[in-house]
């Protein structure tokens, strides 16, 4: 890996499955966590333009439909690019990201189109971040729909999320109430936002995703960087053993009423589906009038027709 890659946040490592922090202060790493309940907590470090992270949706999506009730992922945002004059040497301007991004996208399989940072660049991370923290404070479910509507307009559509009006305009499609985001942007979520980043430095989060894995006697695993599915699994069943999966549909018409849109990948890790065949079937059901795709020059997503 050259220097210019350690340099910059956004220039993720494929190999290692990580968008690394530059020089970041770690506190002292927390020696234990507790966890109350009786499920397996999972507490995942990501940020809202992180690929790495975006990577790994087929992974998370496929974790929840077979764990079910049994696990709890909570959400933390990491801060991956506060703005552009923090980062010493290497990579220094957007657009030196726009050509890695289009890579990262064939290397994840997930669409991601690098000419936002030709086009719109943005300018810090932190704006999305801090609308997550907002969005939670109304609707923990409707958070994560936001979360995945910011991640579809910066990844696909070219969309600069660090833009209040774009923050407006995902929030509105998943039914958040956007006066009380925006009081909220400016206020408590701020410090909501702090505290996530204080969380990361205690447990020694240096790049995303990052997620800790704590069952309720506080023995945890973490696993580090976009892995396949079965290392999720293994970290799950080292600290909870006797943990059951729960058995799923993995029909279109079932899986598309679990998740509003899914990309070729998603829906070929979801449906057990050979991933060669993944995106015949998705074509097939678009041909037929039943779903709708939208296009990226790396890829696309599909969503059903209505």
């Known amino acids: ?116 940072w030709l086009e719109d660049p943005l300018d810090s991370s932190y704006p999305p971040s801090i609308a997550f923290k907002a969005a939670s404070l109304q609707d923990s479910d409707k958070a994560l729909l936001f979360l995945r509507e910011l991640r579809e307009m910066v990844f696909l559509k070219k969309i600069n999320i660090a833009k209040w009006e774009n923050i407006a305009l995902a929030a509105q499609k998943v039914g958040l109430d956007v006066k009380q985001l925006k009081i909220d942007f400016e206020g408590k979520a701020k410090i909501l936002f702090q505290d996530d980043l204080k969380l990361a430095r205690q447990y020694g989060v240096r790049g995303f995703p990052t997620l800790f894995f704590i069952n309720n006697s506080g023995n945890k695993e973490t696993v580090y960087g976009s892995q396949p599915y079965v290392i999720y699994e293994k970290a799950i069943a080292k600290i909870q053993p006797d943990i059951s999966k729960k058995a799923y549909s993995k029909s279109w018409e079932a899986i598309f009423s679990k998740f509003e849109t899914l990309t070729a990948r998603e829906f070929s890790e979801l449906t057990e589906t050979p991933r060669k065949e993944s995106e015949a079937v998705l074509h097939h059901l678009t041909e037929r009038g039943v779903l709708k795709q939208f296009s990226t020059k790396n890829g696309a997503i599909w969503k059903r027709a209505k």
Not at 1 to 23: A, D, F, S
Request: charged share 20%.
């Open 1 to 116: 890996m050259t220097n210019e890659t350690t340099n910059n946040p956004l220039l993720c490592n494929p190999e290692t499955g990580v968008c690394e922090i530059p020089n970041l202060q770690i506190e002292e790493p927390l020696i234990s966590e507790q966890n109350n309940t009786e499920v397996v907590k999972i507490i995942y470090f990501t940020d809202p333009i992180c690929s790495s992270c975006w990577g790994i949706e087929p992974q998370l999506r496929k974790l929840k439909l077979e764990y079910n009730s049994a696990i709890e992922i909570e959400y933390r945002m990491g801060g991956l690019l506060p703005d552009w004059s923090y980062n010493s040497g290497g990579i220094s301007k957007p657009s030196d990201v726009a050509h890695h991004w289009d890579e990262v996208s064939i290397y994840y399989d997930m669409p991601i189109d690098g000419d936002i």
